[in-house]
């Protein structure tokens, strides 16, 4: 039973310390990131798709050592974004192609390391809603976003915006 206990304890102690050193070395991103004003988003479209945090996320699945968080620390690696362009008007296939575009600059520190504009365009097929499609856009950009930050360049076009 005690030496149950200590291998328990030791379990926790390692996974702890390795949570912490995979945050610390991680670069992080806030888990929720803004729409400019002049994005174009209608209100429908800022209020139920959630672009917002379906970036975020979509980039720490693609990349795993990517760490959502509520706030990032400002001096550590860190990765500022903004959405730019959100084209989607409602109606499903019915209204055409839809698009967004996000910018984004890898900050370690006080220092920039990359900045890029990634742009994704889809038709999102015949049965998917407004919604439905820009977020696929959102998953596309997210791994665009994640395959950049191997290898960060400053004024990189991803995805569609080359």
């Given at each position: 039973?005690?030496?149950?206990?200590?291998?328990?304890?030791?379990?926790?102690?390692?996974?702890?310390?390795?949570?912490?050193?995979?945050?610390?070395?991680?670069?992080?991103?806030?888990?929720?990131?803004?729409?400019s004003p002049t994005a174009g988003a209608s209100g429908a479209v800022e209020s139920e798709c959630?672009?917002?945090?379906?970036?975020?996320?979509?980039?720490?699945?693609?990349?795993?050592?990517?760490?959502?968080?509520?706030?990032?620390?400002?001096?550590?690696?860190?990765?500022?974004?903004?959405?730019?362009?959100?084209?989607?008007?409602?109606?499903?296939?019915?209204?055409?192609?839809?698009?967004?575009?996000?910018?984004?600059?890898?900050?370690?520190?006080?220092?920039?390391?990359?900045?890029?504009?990634?742009?994704?365009?889809?038709?999102?097929?015949?049965?998917?809603?407004?919604?439905?499609?820009?977020?696929?856009?959102?998953?596309?950009?997210?791994?665009?976003?994640?395959?950049?930050?191997?290898?960060?360049?400053?004024?990189?076009?991803?995805?569609?915006?080359?």
């Amino acid at each position: 039973m005690i030496g149950s206990r200590r291998r328990r304890f030791w379990v926790a102690a390692l996974a702890a310390l390795l949570v912490a050193s995979a945050s610390h070395s991680a670069t992080q991103v806030a888990s929720s990131i803004p729409i400019s004003p002049t994005a174009g988003a209608s209100g429908a479209v800022e209020s139920e798709c959630q672009l917002q945090t379906r970036v975020p996320v979509a980039i720490s699945q693609a990349a795993p050592d990517v760490l959502v968080v509520d706030q990032p620390s400002k001096s550590g690696r860190w990765l500022e974004l903004e959405i730019t362009e959100v084209h989607g008007p409602g109606g499903g296939p019915f209204s055409g192609p839809k698009w967004m575009a996000v910018s984004g600059k890898l900050h370690d520190g006080g220092k920039a390391l990359g900045t890029f504009r990634a742009k994704r365009v889809s038709t999102g097929g015949f049965v998917r809603g407004t919604c439905a499609t820009l977020g696929r856009c959102a998953q596309v950009i997210g791994r665009d976003i994640a395959a950049w930050l191997k290898a960060p360049t400053m004024d990189a076009e991803l995805g569609d915006a080359r």
